[in-house]
């Protein structure tokens, strides 16, 4: 029998913007909390057991499954989740639009990276984590660095396209 | 009506530049990376209520009695519905209405549901579930599908559901060679990422809307009105967003259930299933046993296929009926066969039950013919290619159905084309690159590599006399393509072949897809069986022919010439027709320009060519509307001492008819490739006695990126006539004969005489 105990009132700092928990069951998980709380349906529910990446999010810049974290125990973290991501110098708030893709996002829709595109929230979040710790990957270091987020659609041929994309064109940029 | 706040997100996905034949990149792509596309999983309504489903723990049980008492005491608790509450229909299904709503008297499954509660919270209706006591007295269950013919019935309707008898030729003639076998394909699943989901709200005078996410709205509508015992006027189906599909969401699934709990409340209910769920909620691939004969002259020309297939289609019948007749259709393998004896059925079992997965009775079939294929090359000293060309297919043979090929056949290119591609580069430092991977448990020095390669087919659209159709309209309002089509956009890309053609029609840029509904337009068919781009495709053309004709004249009448002075272009203009002195030499615009502010609308249904149902006894007629090719070269290498495998390398030939999307069929190719794989090494639901013990990712395992193969794609285009734009399906072809050339390559890797997928460590050391 699941047990109702509700948790004390909590806050969350969600894309920068401090969201109250109020009412939530100590059992919610964060993504739970997220899409059926805070209105942020962005992260997704494929498996809630962590293993198939689509509810990935990052805790405090920690990569993780939304899903498999507590969500009162993420009280006073930084969560930041794909609907937080925006291209530098894009107003927070702003109608999103084409023009407000992140070079991993654009990549993503230009390559055919995207079918049914539930996995695809998940893709976003982890490659951007991966590119801001690796820069430059091998081909094998960004097949084992995303094997933890399932896709049924393209069989990845399209999402590693998109990852080489984002990874040439930075590495052409002026700042290297 | 209760607004349903996720709705407007999934309105007005304008459609890129882009005419048929380019890149066009998805319209609802930039939705999907910001994670603001509407999925079914995401949507809510004010006052909204969370339903969950008691399933059966037995395979084969009568319940004796059913206490909802202890549910119905938990406060937040809105309402609990069993058998006793389906108005309608008690039983629904895809071909025969055999499955029940609810269990009443006896389950035939685990996981067959039972009784359906809603309340305000998902952990509330857990515990309400968790609350009901029901008392069954377990039957022996049975779960053997060779005992299925002859054991007692467990269902009214029998236990075997279909079989297919083809006789073709001279049953009596014998070959030179004969090589036999035997072989078992395991229980796939779609595991598609999107859990089963859908809202279903009450419109507070009897109807009810449904956003679900399913391959045919309007099919699925039909069986949720039966069942309800309403006019299909009173449910309206809409689209949810729909996080893939391959076959599973043909059937209904939370569809019923919801909407009784929202009559029954009169309040909203979100359904929405955790994967352990999932695994119970919809069918899976037919497991198949498979014996196989084949004769051959010693030239190596097939003289006689005799083939013995038995599928267990699971406790209801879905779609086992055309599974079953497929897998007889497509048994001896895209080949010139003269003489044919196939013997399929499709049996009932207490496991659970079966239908369509991309493929649909062909992926089965095709490995057991693909092995037979490699033994004769291999008994007759002939190489496997070599034996395949030699007997390949071609447009003008004859199948063993009788059914001549008139289409494109183009079996021989699609192989030479496979094996043309670059073999890669032998195993070498990389250790992730290694069977195991990031395990780093190979040594290089027992890492053995392996080429293998296969050939499939299937039927594109639905086959046996079915009378398909598809509806579309298009209205052209200042410059803007508005179209309804009632398509399941299910990831496959239908939403961006759909401006592709309106853009080459009317030359317009903008195209407007409307939501897909059941009240809006006509039924599009199913998004299965390779067909929407056929079917929908050619509907969406036809209407986009028929406002481009009205605004030719329009156009002409202003300008006071015949309208055949005016003629329609491939890119979407209406120029002037050179002989004719009365038209104005300065006329060249596009359709939409032509238009101006007046609006034009038409709609259009397009339908295939009629087929035949087969002979029930002897499998003869015409049978399918086309047929889709295509040959895979895998390459593999094998860790001798661990039995691991990794797929390095898939090479295929695809007979595409016309690409119409290049980037969009490599997509599909890709990740057909994919599922083929996973059926090949890893991919298989386990059951002891009818009860799934792997209902999860941990332990139903599907390839991940660090297991996709390198795919190398070449398409073989030949139009294929009657197709707009000569444009074949592509989304099967990728999955039936990749399985079977995975297999073949750890043969040749490791020399074990394989007969089984999934392919298990086990079964290699």
Redesign the interface.
């Known amino acids: 029998m699941v047990r109702v105990v509700r948790a004390e009132a909590y806050e969350l700092v969600v894309n920068g913007v401090v969201r109250r928990v109020d009412g939530a069951l100590e059992t919610e998980s964060l993504l739970r909390v997220l899409r059926d709380r805070l209105g942020l349906p962005g992260a997704k529910n494929a498996c809630e057991q962590g293993e198939c990446g689509s509810c990935s999010v990052l805790v405090d810049g920690v990569l993780v499954c939304s899903c498999l974290e507590l969500a009162a125990a993420a009280a006073g973290c930084e969560v930041t989740t794909i609907e937080g991501f925006a291209p530098e110098g894009a107003s927070a708030g702003a109608e999103p639009s084409d023009a407000l893709l992140t070079d991993v996002q654009q990549a993503m829709v230009d390559a055919g990276g995207v079918q049914c595109g539930f996995c695809t929230p998940g893709f976003v979040v982890a490659i951007h984590d991966l590119l801001d710790r690796v820069p430059r990957p091998t081909g094998p270091e960004v097949r084992e660095a995303l094997a933890g987020n399932l896709c049924r659609c393209t069989g990845y041929g399209r999402i590693l396209a998109a990852v080489e994309q984002v990874v040439s064109v930075r590495t052409a940029g002026p700042a290297t | 009506m209760t607004d349903v706040r996720?709705r407007p997100r999934q309105r007005g996905r304008e459609a890129p530049a882009g005419r048929v034949g380019d890149?066009v990149?998805?319209p609802?792509?930039?939705?999907?990376?910001?994670?603001?596309?509407?999925?079914s999983?995401?949507l809510?309504a004010d006052g909204m209520l969370w339903g969950r489903t008691l399933r059966s723990p037995h395979p084969h049980a009568r319940i004796r009695a059913i206490d909802l008492g202890p549910a119905l005491a938990i406060g937040g608790v809105a309402c609990v519905v069993t058998a006793d509450d389906v108005g309608g229909a008690a039983t629904y299904g895809l071909i025969a209405a055999d499955q029940p709503v609810f269990a009443s008297d006896v389950v035939r499954f685990v996981g067959e549901p039972v009784a359906a509660v809603a309340a305000d919270?998902p952990?509330?209706a857990?515990?309400a579930i968790?609350?009901i006591v029901v008392h069954y007295e377990p039957i022996p269950p049975l779960v053997d599908p060779q005992r299925a013919a002859d054991a007692p019935s467990i269902h009214p309707d029998g236990n075997v559901i279909r079989r297919v008898r083809i006789r073709h030729g001279d049953p009596g003639v014998t070959g030179d060679v004969v090589v036999d076998g035997t072989y078992d394909v395991g229980m796939q699943d779609?595991?598609?990422?999107?859990?089963e989901s859908g809202l279903a709200v009450p419109d507070g005078s009897g109807g009810v809307d449904l956003w679900v996410a399913t391959q045919w709205i309007h099919h699925d509508r039909d069986q949720v009105a039966a069942c309800l015992g309403l006019p299909a006027d009173k449910v309206r189906v809409h689209l949810g967003?729909?996080?893939?599909?391959?076959g599973a969401r043909e059937d209904v699934s939370i569809h019923v259930h919801a909407c009784l709990l929202a009559l029954r409340s009169g309040q909203p209910v979100k359904m929405?299933y955790?994967?352990d769920e999932s695994f119970l909620g919809h069918v899976h691939r037919h497991p198949a046993q498979m014996r196989y004969r084949h004769h051959a002259t010693y030239d190596g020309r097939l003289v006689k296929v005799e083939a013995e297939i038995t599928l267990d289609g699971g406790a209801y019948a879905s779609s086992s009926s055309a599974v079953v007749a497929n897998a007889a259709r497509f048994a001896c393998g895209p080949y010139r066969v003269p003489n044919a004896l196939v013997d399929a059925v499709a049996v009932r079992t207490n496991n659970p039950p079966c239908g369509a997965m991309r493929g649909f009775g062909a992926v089965q079939v095709c490995f057991a013919h693909e092995s037979q294929m490699d033994k004769l090359a291999q008994r007759l000293g002939i190489p496997p290619v070599e034996l395949r060309l030699l007997n390949a297919m071609a447009t003008g043979d004859v199948l063993p159905t009788g059914q001549r090929i008139t289409g494109t056949a183009p079996v021989a290119e699609c192989l030479r084309a496979a094996v043309a591609h670059p073999l890669p580069a032998e195993p070498g430092d990389?250790l992730?690159?290694r069977p195991g991977?990031?395990g780093r448990t190979a040594d290089l020095r027992r890492v053995r590599r392996g080429v293998g390669v296969a050939v499939g087919f299937k039927n594109l659209m639905y086959s046996e006399g079915f009378d398909d159709d598809s509806e579309a309209r298009v209205r052209l309002d200042d410059g803007v393509a508005f179209v309804s089509c009632a398509v399941a956009e299910?990831?496959?890309?239908f939403v961006t072949i759909a401006g592709q053609v309106v853009r080459s029609v009317l030359g317009v840029a903008t195209v407007v897809l409307e939501p897909a509904d059941t009240a809006s337009v006509g039924s599009a068919g199913s998004s299965s069986a390779s067909r929407q781009t056929w079917m929908s495709g050619g509907a969406v053309l036809r209407a986009s022919r028929l406002v481009a004709d009205q605004v030719r004249s329009a156009l002409a009448r202003r300008l006071g010439v015949p309208p055949e002075s005016l003629l329609l272009t491939d890119e979407g203009r209406i120029t002037s027709a050179d002989a004719d002195a009365h038209t104005p030499p300065e006329v060249d615009v596009t359709v939409a320009q032509a238009a101006g502010r007046e609006v034009f609308e038409a709609t259009a249904v397009h339908k295939h060519r009629l087929t035949e149902p087969l002979d029930a006894e002897t499998g003869q007629g015409q049978a399918d509307v086309s047929y889709a090719f295509a040959a895979h070269r895998a390459v593999v290498d094998v860790d001798i001492d661990l039995g691991l495998v990794r797929v390095v390398q898939v090479a295929t030939g695809q007979d595409v008819g016309k690409v119409l999307n290049p980037?969009?069929v490599?997509?599909q190719i890709?990740?057909?490739?994919?599922?083929g794989v996973g059926l090949a090494v890893m991919e298989e639901i386990v059951l002891t006695d009818g009860l799934v013990r792997n209902p999860?990712?941990?332990d139903y395992l599907?390839?991940?990126?660090?297991?996709?193969p390198?795919?190398l794609a070449t398409c073989i285009e030949q139009p294929e006539p009657g197709a707009p734009f000569g444009a074949k399906g592509v989304g099967e072809p990728p999955t039936i004969s990749s399985t079977a050339a995975v297999v073949a390559a750890i043969r040749s890797a490791t020399g074990v005489d394989v007969s089984r997928v999934p392919v298990h460590p086990w079964d290699l050391i």
């Open positions: 996720a890149s990149r998805r609802d792509g930039p939705t999907k990376v910001q994670g603001r596309f509407a999925f999983s995401d809510e919270h952990d509330t857990q515990r968790d609350a779609q595991a598609f990422m999107g859990p967003g729909v996080g893939g599909a391959f929405s955790l994967r990389e992730l690159e991977g990031a299910v990831g496959q890309g980037a969009q490599t997509g890709e990740g057909g490739i994919a599922q999860s990712f941990t599907i390839p991940t990126f660090a297991d996709a390198e795919v």
